[in-house]
């Protein structure tokens, strides 16, 4: 035989020579020509879609042409967000054997009930996971998975995605949070910083291995919209706004995440499944506005520049230098691309738009890989415009499974957040009454065949289990941490360095002051109570610094900042006869919209008051004023003796009110407090260089086009710098460019 077998402590292993190797727990097994297939069927006999020599492509089509029309809808399901152990409250409760959650379970890595539903009556087979206690929690909560889904007819296994999780920032924005110990990096708009797609090549091949030991086959990434506007509140997720810059970074990602050196096609054990998004580009909202909210569902082009923000799709992750071609997998934006719909003329959410996802996505861009649709576009809408939920947007009067059924015939291949498959097999039976049975049927049977060949690239029909101890290993190992804080280090951008101030001499006194932050939404637009912020832990600054509480005694300061941010709805200005809407203000003080337009360019949405969404004379306040305030305060108390901001920056910020009281400012985009130490004290040298123009103010972010980077103009500080995209200074000066 060309095989040897292996007990596992939690699976048994077969390793073909020369061939696959298979991991399971219950499933017979068939010898053919000397080697060892797995009879997922359980009939007896080799089928086309267990044999590991062919093709994926081959092997995902015949089992699509096996599967019935109800559990091509299971896979066409994406679940909602999964925590293991599932403690997050911002979510429905969930039970573990018929119990509600208490934090009393048999162990971390047991399934729900609901998730035992998913897989075994819903026939979900791919799950998102949002938060896990560590790797080998993970490691053991997939095998759980995958030992129940063998069991299930065709033996098709669980696949499992994340949103970004490497960001040292613990962001709430899609809970980036990792809830693991994985190796920690900058946040994407820090890769940006570098100017080096090489860097983040390394990063993504580093990210596929540990994702990977997590149990994680698809990522929910890179997200590549063109951040032309500021005030957009994923700023921080993107590349920047720079055209050619995103498209580098957003092929190397792609290259790095999916690539299997060695492997044929370049798919194997090391590859994760890229989802690039948002197509096509979600960077654009009127006023900077964020679809994940009915408030800011429009995405405008002012600027004619429509076709530019589909180069980071079309340029790079659909053109990779790998061999693996393009990414696997795309999602398009909640956003109404305004008045972009050539073919109908219709404003609708991108998933909605046959012009979008038919003519432009399958058709021009000739793309045959998975189409996700964002999370939770198919409910109806919810009473008030501020709610977080459902974002059927343009089609609020059609039923669920017309939106369904609009969706698939548009070639979305799968609904993000979706547990039920009785919407999809509604929708179906519509469809075969409008369009034919067999239309239908063949339209099901494409998506089950995408749906399946990014399962079998990355092995998981034949080898799902993992081993919980080598997973511990490989998850955030010395060699991947040494990297990203490598990364962190080099993603750090000097913008101002007055007299040199910096490096400070190790051991010297420095103060720190706290922060202070009003209440304010939360990204799922609860109140978030006020509260004061210690930014540093003492024991951090006691390994390079002595820390004070008095400024007067100290040698130097180091106030940390971050940038500023405002709401842009109000429900109460709305009761009282406004429109609700408000500027979102890239400044610290109270910013009054005197250059913002008169009348809106997008609107129409029924729970509106009026189409015109304009928030032209109202103004806006920042949640985190204080922080402008810490600094003039500490300024003033420390007199000339240096002060030091450690700016972390989500979105560009206006200067003009921080700059002239420091005389050395630096821009965090997601790294931890020592990094920053260690280049204030002078062991590492700054290199970043700014992904994108600092504001001179407010007129010029309210005068600029959505869909336009390079019309913001940058500032000028009291020392000559001017913060333009690309600018960075060294020890001896600006960074050049390598």
Not at 367 to 388: A, N, V
Not at 502 to 530: G, Q, W
Request: hydrophobic fraction near 35%; glycine fraction near 8%.
């Amino acid at each position: 035989m060309a095989y040897e077998k292996q007990e596992m402590e939690f699976f048994t292993r077969i390793i073909n020579k020369k061939g696959a190797e298979l991991s399971f727990i219950d499933i017979p097994v068939l010898n053919v020509d000397g080697f060892a297939f797995k009879d997922l069927a359980r009939c007896g006999k080799l089928l086309p879609y267990e044999d590991w020599r062919l093709d994926a492509s081959e092997r995902a089509k015949d089992l699509a042409e096996r599967l019935s029309v109800r559990e091509i809808a299971g896979l066409m399901l994406y679940s909602t967000h999964q925590f293991v152990p599932f403690t997050n409250k911002n979510f429905p409760a969930v039970h573990y054997n018929g119990k509600k959650f208490d934090h009393t379970i048999d162990s971390d890595w047991a399934l729900t009930d609901e998730l035992k539903v998913f897989i075994t009556e819903a026939g979900i087979r791919h799950i998102l996971l949002a938060g896990v206690k560590d790797a080998g929690t993970s490691a053991r909560w997939n095998n759980e998975m995958q030992k129940l889904a063998e069991r299930q007819p065709f033996g098709i296994p669980v696949a499992i995605s994340s949103d970004p999780r490497h960001s040292v920032q613990s962001g709430g924005v899609e809970f980036k949070s990792s809830g693991t110990d994985v190796s920690k990096w900058p946040n994407h708009i820090g890769l940006a910083a570098t100017f080096s797609p090489e860097l983040c090549l390394k990063y993504a091949e580093i990210v596929a291995k540990e994702y990977r030991a997590l149990g994680i086959t698809t990522a929910l990434s890179p997200q590549v919209d063109l951040a032309t506007d500021p005030r957009w509140m994923r700023y921080e997720d993107t590349f920047g706004g720079e055209v050619l810059l995103s498209v580098e970074m957003a092929r190397a990602y792609c290259d790095g995440l999916q690539t299997t050196q060695g492997c044929v096609g370049g798919w194997g054990r090391d590859s994760v499944a890229a989802m690039a998004k948002h197509w096509p580009g979600g960077g654009t909202g009127e006023g900077g506005r964020d679809a994940h909210y009915a408030f800011g569902q429009y995405a405008v082009y002012p600027g004619n520049n429509f076709l530019t923000h589909l180069k980071p799709f079309t340029e790079g992750a659909f053109r990779l230098k790998g061999p693996t071609g393009m990414a696997a997998a795309v999602m398009p934006y909640y956003t109404v691309s305004w008045n972009q719909d050539k073919k109908e003329g219709k404003n609708q959410g991108n998933s909605y738009s046959s012009y979008m996802i038919k003519d432009l996505l399958r058709g021009t861009c000739k793309y045959d890989g998975i189409i996700c649709t964002d999370w939770g576009i198919t409910g109806d809408p919810l009473p008030t415009i501020e709610g977080f939920g459902a974002r059927c947007y343009g089609v609020p009067e059609q039923t669920e499974s017309q939106r369904h059924l609009q969706i698939i015939m548009n070639g979305v291949d799968q609904f993000g957040g979706n547990n039920s498959s009785e919407p999809v097999l509604k929708a179906y039976t519509e469809g075969c009454e409008k369009y034919g049975k067999k239309i239908m049927d063949a339209r099901m049977r494409e998506s089950a065949r995408r749906l399946l060949r990014n399962m079998f690239r990355t092995g998981l029909f034949d080898n799902p289990f993992l081993d919980p101890k080598n997973s511990t290993e490989i998850v955030g190992c010395e060699a991947y941490r040494t990297a990203g804080y490598a990364a962190q280090l080099k993603s750090v951008v000097m913008l101002k360095n007055r007299n040199r101030t910096i490096p400070l001499k190790r051991n010297i006194k420095v103060y720190i002051p706290d922060r202070y932050i009003k209440s304010h939404k939360s990204f799922m637009r609860t109140i978030v109570s006020a509260q004061s912020v210690h930014p540093v832990r003492d024991e951090i600054v006691a390994e390079y610094f002595e820390p004070v509480v008095d400024p007067e005694i100290a040698d130097a300061a180091i106030v940390f900042m971050e940038s500023p941010f405002s709401d842009p709805y109000s429900a109460d200005d709305r009761e009282k006869g406004g429109n609700g809407y408000f500027p979102i203000s890239l400044q610290y003080r109270p910013y009054t919209a005197a250059y913002a337009r008169k009348k809106s360019i997008a609107g129409g949405d029924p729970r509106d008051v009026s189409p015109n969404r304009s928030y032209f004379g109202k103004m806006s306040e920042a949640a985190n004023e204080k922080d402008l305030d810490i600094l003039i305060e500490t300024r003033r108390r420390m007199g000339n003796k240096p002060v030091i901001v450690c700016l972390a920056m989500h979105n560009p910020t206006v200067p003009s009110e921080f700059e002239p009281f420091t005389d050395t400012i630096l821009i965090d985009f997601g790294v931890e407090r020592s990094a920053l130490f260690d280049i204030i004290t002078g062991k590492s040298e700054p290199c970043g260089r700014l992904p994108a123009n600092m504001p001179k103010n407010m007129k010029t972010v309210e005068l600029h086009n959505e869909d336009t980077a390079e019309d913001i103009e940058p500032y000028e500080d009291s020392c000559g710098n001017i913060y333009r995209f690309g600018f960075g200074l060294g020890w001896k000066g600006p960074v050049e460019p390598v």
